[in-house]
């Protein structure tokens, strides 16, 4: 690698237009200095190759004053080797869209919300497997465990209310994720599990799903989606959507037991902040194992420079004083 430890010294160069323009200045006129009664003896005569080469020392001596701003800007090369071992963790992101994710305590709403967190949580984690699986009245993977971020991004995106027949099914949607997560070879399976309200439908119970997931070693993280009291809702009516205060009801308890029998823990987020805060720590709780050794070394560059520099500003002198030299 080729850099320059003090790059900000060819702000230096600013000067060549100016002097480039001050140079074209002085020179705009060629006015003759002897004078004669007829220029007809010299008719067929064209420039001679010095005419052509008067502008060089110019020339050189720009590149010269190029090569000792690239002197003092002190080029470096850098040879470097970085041995790292990686440890990605397999993560499942488990969301609750059933229809009370349109409630408006988060801004735009709730499923907004948690897919604007989610989205730029799984932007910082590169090395991680993860997949997406939705829930409502029953479960769906939506993307299956995989490293191409882009496209899990652009799965989140294109959820929303409505996908799945209505409901909150956690056990269902905890049962999906772990059937995906299962048989991952990391030493780290993790779930991540958002809801907003009380399980009420499914075939699986939540407590059972947890066990299984304890059973798989799969730790589980829940979060408990909205306000404390009420929260606005949007209504359908004669007269145009209304927005009508709804009771928040989340089964805390039973996210908190779910959380401790796998080694997880549940948060409660009551605004976009304070979720945005739940994936950070989660993130930090989650770290993937990382070993590096880096070496680096940097080779000082400005010999070749300085050495141009030089052959340039003699090269200048030679033409001056000898076949471009002017008589006074």
């Excluded at 029998?261 to 770290?287: H, N, P, V």
Aim: glycine residues 6%; contains cysteine.
């Amino acid at each position: 690698m080729f850099s320059f430890l003090h790059p900000e010294y060819f702000w230096l160069l600013l000067v060549v237009p100016v002097y480039v323009a001050w140079y074209i200045w002085q020179h705009r006129h060629l006015d003759a200095t002897i004078q004669v009664s007829s220029l007809t003896p010299m008719k067929g005569v064209g420039n001679s190759w010095k005419s052509y080469l008067r502008h060089l020392p110019m020339v050189l001596r720009m590149l010269a004053l190029v090569c000792a701003v690239a002197v003092i800007a002190r080029p470096q090369s850098t040879d470097s080797y970085r041995d790292e071992k990686t440890e990605g963790i397999d993560i499942v992101m488990t969301m609750d869209i059933s229809g009370s994710m349109r409630a408006m305590d988060f801004k735009p709403n709730r499923l907004e919300a948690a897919k604007d967190v989610a989205i730029k949580f799984i932007s910082g984690r590169e090395n991680d497997n993860i997949g997406l699986v939705i829930f409502a009245g029953e479960s769906f993977t939506q993307c299956p465990m995989t490293t191409d971020h882009t496209t899990l991004a652009n799965l989140f995106n294109d959820i929303k209310t409505g996908m799945l027949e209505d409901g909150t099914a956690i056990g269902s949607g905890l049962a999906t994720s772990i059937s995906r997560i299962k048989e991952s070879k990391a030493k780290s399976k993790v779930i991540i599990l958002l809801t907003d309200g009380v399980n009420n439908r499914g075939s699986i119970t939540p407590i059972k799903a947890a066990e299984i997931a304890q059973t798989f070693g799969v730790r589980v993280y829940t979060i408990g989606v909205g306000t404390r009291g009420t929260a606005p809702f949007p209504v359908e009516t004669v007269y145009g959507v209304q927005y009508q205060d709804v009771e928040v009801e989340i089964d805390e308890e039973l996210l908190t037991q779910i959380a401790d029998m796998t080694g997880g823990k549940y948060f409660r987020a009551t605004d976009k902040k304070s979720l945005q805060s739940i994936y950070e720590e989660i993130d930090q709780l989650e770290k993937t194992i990382m070993d590096v050794r880096e070496y680096t070394k940097r080779t000082e560059e400005f010999l070749p420079w300085a050495i141009a520099c030089a052959l340039l500003m003699l090269l200048e002198l030679l033409l001056r004083g000898t076949i471009l030299r002017t008589l006074p």
